[in-house]
């Protein structure tokens, strides 16, 4: 209760101006990175409410992410901190190679994996925040082989920069983002404010993508699809005030930085970390939330 009170509390911070996120002493990416801009201010896209309904106007909002465990697994895709220079590195075998980033990998004996223990359940994401070197590696598809340790593809990140990956390249996810900058995390939200955009899921994508996504995963040219990279925002007329603390810092943040699409999956799927901290009750509210309160942005004024 003492944590929920602390984080009502501090809602009142939430209109100050702030700087990068940060981890562990490392930036979350510059505070001029496109996940850390502020999109309220921007114009709406001229194909808006086309897109919008293409992803589903009345489907739900949803918090991919809470505490406790659903089917034996943590709920949310996890990251781990490490000292770098002295977890042990690993080289993977990719089935992406020439697309993943050759590493090597410092990834620790308990290293967290999305949808472990069950082998076919999730991406099977593992999210690791080097602090010593301020990078942040991303693996899809972790797997431990007998010969070592393999992924599906890998990506390396300075967390001091705003590099893109090669055009046409997959990352760890779909669209060639990284991950991490998009999940809404306790550390944040503890705060009273998510200072960044987050990352979410559309059923039915367009084989396009636009900055900053650098991959697109479709066939469709269907030009209603939404690309990848595509940015949205909570429309700043929508009532947030009802919502219990948790879900309206998420909301809040909807409304200035919005949500990128990174991947296929369940539409209007918001990713985020596990935490033993959040309220699945209050996030569960969310689901209030529907596809016809967002818009799309125009977001091509918006570079570092």
Request: glycine share 8%; charged share 15%.
């Amino acid at each position: 209760m003492r944590l929920l009170a602390l984080a009502a509390a501090a809602l009142s911070l939430v209109g100050s101006t702030a700087g990068a996120p940060t981890i562990a002493g490392c930036p979350v990416f510059p505070a001029s990175n496109v996940w850390n801009q502020p999109v309220d201010k921007l114009p709406v896209a001229a194909n808006s409410a086309q897109v919008i309904a293409s992803i589903g106007l009345d489907a739900p909002l949803h918090a991919d992410f809470g505490s406790g465990l659903y089917n034996g697994q943590s709920i949310g895709i996890p990251y781990v901190v490490v000292h770098g220079r002295s977890t042990p590195k690993s080289h993977l075998t990719f089935d992406y190679a020439d697309e993943s980033d050759r590493g090597p990998y410092p990834i620790p004996r308990n290293v967290p994996i999305e949808g472990y223990p069950n082998p076919d359940d999730g991406d099977r994401h593992a999210l690791i925040v080097d602090r010593d070197t301020c990078h942040l590696d991303e693996l899809y598809a972790l797997r431990h082989t007998a010969s070592g340790w393999a992924a599906g593809s890998g990506a390396i990140w300075s967390l001091r920069s705003n590099a893109l990956r090669p055009a046409g390249w997959t990352s760890a996810d779909a669209a060639g983002l990284p991950i991490f900058p998009g999940l809404a995390r306790w550390a944040d939200a503890a705060t009273g404010r998510i200072d960044h955009a987050l990352r979410f899921t559309a059923s039915k994508t367009r084989r396009a993508y636009i900055y900053p996504a650098r991959h697109y995963a479709s066939d469709s040219s269907d030009p209603s699809l939404p690309p990848m990279g595509l940015r949205v925002r909570l429309k700043a007329s929508f009532d947030i005030s009802t919502f219990p603390p948790q879900a309206r810092i998420v909301l809040t943040a909807l409304k200035k930085y919005g949500m990128i699409l990174a991947d296929n999956g369940s539409p209007w799927f918001i990713s985020g970390a596990p935490s033993p901290h959040w309220s699945n009750d209050q996030l569960h509210t969310l689901g209030q939330v529907t596809g016809s309160d967002f818009e799309v942005v125009d977001t091509s004024s918006l570079r570092p």
